[in-house]
């Protein structure tokens, strides 16, 4: 394998309803700052029905390249079709590094790619790096239950690949009018050679208020002693309008279901403010909301690591300190007129 073939940085963009998804957009980011390094391109590979106008979205957010396969038999993911075209991309092209978010659509298109080619994979990468002198893409991710931080290189495959996790890295602002070259592609492909069928697709409803959408999340962990005592979490969550988050111990111990786990193996989550009570602060869990507008922990044991990440720190005991914040919280909202902060 002649590494010197194999030139640029690309992301797979993914469309979700007819709109780059948020991930791709951060990957553009992350894409633009190796590519810089590596003085070469940045591509977006953008597969689908009807998408070729999004080129110009992911030109404005740093790629110089739009690789297209647009048409009907991409109207839905599946891994069979995308991985065809992606392959077929790739083959032809020849990119030195390839990035996908951490979704399900980009750890399944990503795996399968991945052995296809076939050529190396880090999932669920948290920090991205290149050597500018040898191109060894450094993709750095929480290991051993999060406990230390591994780098992760593939030296003997190109394209290097790994996914990476949405909100760990900030899409850069868009340049409104900035272009780039559109490479058009197609494969010789049929609706008869896929074996997956899409057909229907439901929407899941809730009136939760989601995390990753969350301006405020109240998250709790193993320092609240039982399930009940997590019932704190629930009562502060729901006084400021927030989501409920948790650490892997209280997932672990059945208190609540694995969609609100915060952390390496559970949900990057970005809100404008965190409150952690009772969360020692392990790496694992700190991966997942150090980026926070503004954290805020309480913790009874002065020396928990988790106050070395917060702005702010109240050492207590919880069932003391979070009954008189929710009493403070509905006094100052019943003041002033509103029903949620």
């Keep these: 394998m002649d590494f010197q073939d194999y030139q640029g940085v690309w992301v797979f963009i993914e469309v979700n309803e007819g709109v780059v998804a948020p991930v791709s957009l951060e990957l553009l980011g992350a894409g633009r700052m190796l590519a810089d390094k590596r003085g070469g391109e940045l591509a977006g590979v953008l597969i689908g029905d009807n998408v070729g106008h999004l ?88 290991a051993f239950g999060g406990n230390i931080m591994a780098t992760i290189l593939c030296k003997k495959y190109r394209p290097q690949m790994a996914t990476v996790r ?76 927030g989501a409920v988050g948790a650490s892997r111990d209280v997932v672990e111990a059945g208190w609540i279901e694995h969609a609100h786990q915060v952390g ?20 694992q869990h700190i991966v997942g909301m150090k980026n926070s507008g503004l954290i805020i922990a309480i913790n009874k044991d002065p020396e928990a690591p988790i106050f070395a990440s917060c702005h702010y720190g109240i050492v207590g005991d919880a069932f003391e300190i979070v009954p008189m914040l929710i009493e403070q919280f509905k006094q100052v909202m019943s003041r002033e007129g509103v029903s949620h902060v």
């Design 55 to 142: 080129s110009k979205t992911i030109f404005e957010y740093g790629a110089d390249v739009a690789y297209v396969y647009d048409d009907p038999i991409f109207k839905h993911y599946r891994t069979e079709s995308f991985m065809k075209a992606l392959l077929d991309c790739s083959q032809k092209h020849k990119p030195e590094i390839i990035l996908y978010g951490a979704t399900s659509t980009g750890k399944d298109l990503a795996s399968a790619v991945a052995t296809d080619l076939p050529t190396g994979l880090t999932a669920d990468t948290t920090e991205l790096d290149v050597e500018e002198d040898t191109g060894l893409l450094l993709a750095s991710r929480p």
């Design 166 to 241: 949405a909100k760990v890295i900030k899409a850069l602002s868009p340049e409104v009018g900035r272009a780039g070259r559109v490479v058009e592609e197609s494969i010789s492909l049929k609706e008869a050679d896929i074996r997956t069928k899409v057909l229907e697709i439901v929407k899941e409803t809730t009136r939760k208020v989601r995390m990753d959408e969350a301006d405020i999340i109240v998250a709790g962990g193993k320092g609240l002693g039982s399930a009940e005592g997590f019932q704190l979490v629930h009562e502060l969550a729901e006084t400021l309008n």
């Design 264 to 283: 390496q193996t559970g949900v990057t989550v970005t809100p404008k403010i965190y409150i952690a009570i009772g969360i020692s602060g392990a790496i």
